[in-house]
């Protein structure tokens, strides 16, 4: 039988019907096979006859046709080229396999696809979908070719795309730098950079601590307790000439802050590394960081010498939890913050239970030590209760020193 130009064949299958539509059993998606069929003698079993008629019948007036115009190249490509022919039709329904996904493509145009069926095709790093079922979300391909990766660089290097990004990835949770060569929405190429610029990744890791929220940098309690007492201050000058350091605040201006202390960090493992109080420092000035120790102190002295820490965490922050044998003599509560803010106290007994919460020591002294005191007489009698706490030795043990 004549050879027909391999145009004239593909144009003449895409204008019928499907020649193995109705075929028993599962059918193969190459539309290689039908142009073997269309070159064969006779009507294999399982083929439309009729349409195979008309087919060969269209195909060969589409030959003279091809012939006249002295197309000589036409008649010169074999089935093995149907692919490429076909890729310069319809670039858009170029494919490529998804990793780990045999059967699954991408589109060039970003839409998916796959074979319901084993075939063959399912294997190949690209294809050209010609027939597409896409009634659901992916598109099931009925009729499709191999293409390979030489032939779009030889007839289609104009679509191709070579760019070098950083981004963040949210799946792998870290800075992705690559290479990448691509095709519309299909990526046929991708390599990591050998080097990453600084500044792209931190701008890309910025994004991914965006990503993550606040919440995800090392957070210990010394830097929460550092964050609150700069919070303390701003509210003592009600925010005049102060960072704003509140988690909703960070996050609005984390670029500002915390990207200088980004250098070297790509993964969000990697943000263990960030001295987060010294990038909380930064943002104060020498002046500030002096005012800070003096308005929002870390220790209260009490009487009997112990530096008690001041939680600025608490919910009656700042306050301080102590022994309340440690406090005898004690007449006022102290204040911070200028004299400002009076400390909470919370009383504790030997055993380290709070036996009083308050901000004015005086009235406790004056109220209900009594009570506290006949309480803690018949619950720790070795230790020491004096009638009159203002003037007892505190003491750290059972018993003041003689």
């Not at 704003?244 to 590394?273: F, I, N, Q, Y």
């Not at 002096?290 to 009490?302: D, F």
């Not at 301080?320 to 913050?337: C, D, H, K, N, W």
Request: proline share 6%.
């Amino acid at each position: 039988m004549e050879r027909l130009p391999l145009a004239a064949d593909l144009a003449a299958l895409l204008g019928e019907r499907d020649l193995l539509r109705g075929g028993g059993g599962a059918r193969d998606a190459d539309i290689r096979t039908r142009i073997d069929i269309m070159r064969g003698d006779g009507s294999p079993a399982g083929v439309d006859r009729f349409g195979l008629q008309r087919a060969r019948r269209v195909a060969r007036e589409l030959s003279r046709q091809l012939a006249d115009k002295s197309n000589a190249n036409a008649s010169s490509y074999g089935a093995q080229d149907a692919g490429i022919l076909l890729a310069l039709a319809y670039p858009d329904r170029i494919g490529r396999r998804r990793p780990g996904g045999e059967g699954r493509f991408t589109l060039a145009n970003g839409r998916g696809a796959y074979f319901s069926e084993p075939q063959g095709l399912a294997k190949q790093d690209l294809i050209v979908a010609i027939d597409l079922d896409d009634r659901e979300r992916d598109a099931r391909i009925l009729i499709a070719a191999p293409l390979t990766r030489a032939d779009i660089e030889e007839h289609l290097s104009d679509r191709l795309h070579r760019r070098e990004s950083v981004e963040w990835s949210t799946r792998e949770q870290a800075v992705i730098a690559r290479r990448t060569v691509e095709f519309d929405a299909i990526v046929l190429e991708e390599k990591p950079l050998p080097e990453i610029p600084v500044e792209a990744a931190r701008a890309a890791m910025l994004v991914g601590i965006r990503e993550l929220g606040i919440d995800a940098l090392p957070w210990t309690r010394e830097t929460r307790e550092l964050q609150a007492r700069m919070e303390f201050v701003r509210n003592l000058r009600e925010g005049k000439e102060w960072p704003a350091v509140a988690d909703a605040a960070l996050a609005a201006s984390v670029e500002v802050w915390l990207g200088p202390w980004l250098d070297g960090v790509t993964r969000k493992e990697h943000l263990a590394r960030i001295p987060l109080t010294d990038a909380l420092k930064s943002l104060l000035s020498w002046e500030q960081q002096r005012e800070l120790e003096t308005l929002a102190p870390t220790h209260i002295q009490v009487p009997t010498g112990s530096q008690i820490r001041i939680d600025y965490l608490d919910q009656s922050a700042p306050a301080i939890s102590v022994r309340l044998q440690e406090v005898f003599g004690l007449q006022a509560t102290p204040r911070i913050g200028g004299g400002r803010v009076p400390v909470t106290f919370k009383l504790l007994s030997p055993a380290q239970r709070p036996v009083q919460v308050t901000r004015d020591l005086a009235s406790f002294w004056r109220g209900s030590y009594v009570e506290v005191r006949k309480d803690m007489r018949g619950r720790y009698p070795k230790h020491y209760w004096p009638e009159n706490p203002l003037e007892a030795q505190p003491t750290r043990g059972v018993r003041p020193r003689s």
